[in-house]
């Protein structure tokens, strides 16, 4: 008997937490074991109250904040101040932008002329070529011993 009625508690306690205290949104098929266990126990009348609770608690808190009819306009108003000026000084709102622009423009043109004025290191035989491996082909253990002697 106590272990039937403790399984109907916990089926009592899951459903009241899962569908909340109203007893329109309980399960159909649920519903006379847990008014039969309201009638009984005072320990599934203490969980509905609790649910209640918390259910009260929730839809206090859910209810919505209504903004002053005047704030919508106010905050239009603002952005407008706020906002003058062109497109592009929303881009690049920290002054001119002809320097910086300038800047990036001297440094690609210095890169292109260095590129085209450089000497071609790969076609070139000389002692600093790439063409020869640099790297001799010693395993690490090898580095390690030469590292050590030194």
């Known amino acids: 008997?106590?272990?039937?009625?403790?399984?109907?508690?916990?089926?009592?306690?899951t459903v009241v937490?899962?569908?909340?205290?109203?007893?329109?949104?309980?399960?159909?098929?649920?519903?006379?074991?847990?008014?039969?266990l309201l009638a009984s126990s005072d320990v599934a009348r203490s969980l509905l109250r609790q649910e209640a609770k918390?259910?009260?608690?929730?839809?206090?808190?859910?209810?919505p904040i209504v903004a002053p009819s005047g704030l919508m306009g106010r905050?239009?108003?603002?952005?407008?101040?706020?906002?003058?000026?062109s497109f592009l000084k929303s881009l690049w709102p920290f002054g001119s932008i002809w320097q910086p622009a300038a800047g990036m423009a001297m440094a690609a043109?210095?890169?292109?002329?260095?590129?085209?004025?450089s000497p071609n290191i790969l076609e070139n035989?000389?002692?600093?070529?790439?063409?020869?491996?640099?790297?001799?082909?010693?395993?690490?253990?090898?580095?390690?011993?030469?590292?050590e002697n030194l």
Do not use: H
Request: proline share 3%.
């Open 125 to 147: 035989s000389d002692e600093y070529a790439l063409s020869e491996p640099s790297f001799s082909g010693a395993t690490l253990s090898d580095l390690e011993a030469e590292y």
């Open 17 to 36: 937490e899962t569908y909340g205290a109203r007893v329109e949104s309980w399960p159909k098929a649920d519903l006379p074991m847990m008014q039969k």
């Open 1 to 13: 008997m106590k272990e039937t009625l403790s399984k109907e508690l916990a089926r009592f306690k």
């Open 75 to 85: 905050v239009l108003m603002n952005a407008e101040d706020i906002n003058q000026g």
């Open 54 to 63: 918390f259910d009260q608690l929730l839809s206090d808190k859910s209810n």
């Open 109 to 117: 043109c210095l890169g292109i002329l260095l590129g085209f004025t």
